[in-house]
């Protein structure tokens, strides 16, 4: 069966841009898999940052940012703050009505 | 303000059943897909399954296809998660989240329910 794939964990200073990116074990994600992306504290319900690729969700700063690089999805972070320190999470639509989420990546910001 | 507040967590022995109920304010439930999603303590999250508006259509995770069905009370405003032949496995804090489809984003989330399955 077909796993979405994320870096487990993720370091960047504050300020920095880091790129994470959601991909498939078996072929290339595209925008036919409506990549989302939710950041999550511990404790704390997931939030959502990004749908259908590239559309920010109501309220999210536009130092978020998601796209398809190469044969993933990614989620860009521009200027990265301490608060932005989380776990982050895609989720692909593998069809069928069946979506799958990544193991999430765990960003440290220091 | 759009609220989903689940409510039923228990714990529970393997191979026990439970009903978990998740409570739409704000917004007509019938308007919407609904979705449940779990994270085992520690872990990431899972996607469980989504139903229909008006339920005509449900999907399941490969985990959970067969032992846990979703349903709606859209005149309550209240979604449902029916978990029965219980594993381990299946401990985690349960998510209600809505699902606004076009455009395929889940919009709002619950603060969760936590189930234990254990002896």
């Known amino acids: 069966q077909t796993v979405v794939t994320q870096e487990p964990s993720f370091s960047v200073s504050p300020g920095g841009t880091v790129t994470l990116t959601c991909g498939l074990t078996?072929?290339?994600?595209?925008?036919?898999?409506?990549p989302n992306w939710y950041q999550q504290t511990p404790g704390q319900a997931p939030r959502t940052l990004i749908y259908s690729t590239n559309i920010r969700s109501s309220g999210v700063p536009d130092r978020f940012s998601g796209s398809i690089l190469g044969n993933k999805a990614a989620l860009t972070i521009t200027g990265a703050q301490a608060d932005d320190e989380s776990d982050y999470y895609c989720?692909?639509?593998?069809?069928?009505?069946?979506?799958?989420f990544g193991g999430g990546t765990k960003l440290t910001v220091l | 303000e759009v609220q989903l507040v689940e409510s039923g967590g228990a714990l529970v022995q393997p191979g026990g059943s439970l009903i978990l109920s998740c409570a739409a304010s704000?917004?007509?439930?019938?308007?919407?897909?609904m979705s449940w999603v779990r994270q085992a303590p520690g872990k990431g999250l899972e996607w469980v399954g989504n139903?229909?508006?008006?339920?005509?259509?449900?999907y399941y995770a490969d985990s959970v296809k067969g032992r846990f069905t979703i349903s709606r009370d859209n005149a309550k405003n209240s979604l449902y998660l029916q978990m029965s032949s219980l594993r381990v496995e299946d401990t985690a804090v349960y998510y209600c989240a809505r699902y606004s489809s076009p455009p395929r984003n889940y919009d709002c989330w619950g603060q969760g329910t936590l189930v234990t399955v254990s002896s």
């Open positions: 078996s072929g290339s994600v595209s925008t036919h898999y409506y």
């Open positions: 139903i229909k508006q008006d339920g005509s259509e449900k």
């Open positions: 704000g917004f007509a439930l019938g308007t919407y897909w």
């Open positions: 989720l692909l639509h593998m069809g069928g009505g069946i979506w799958m």
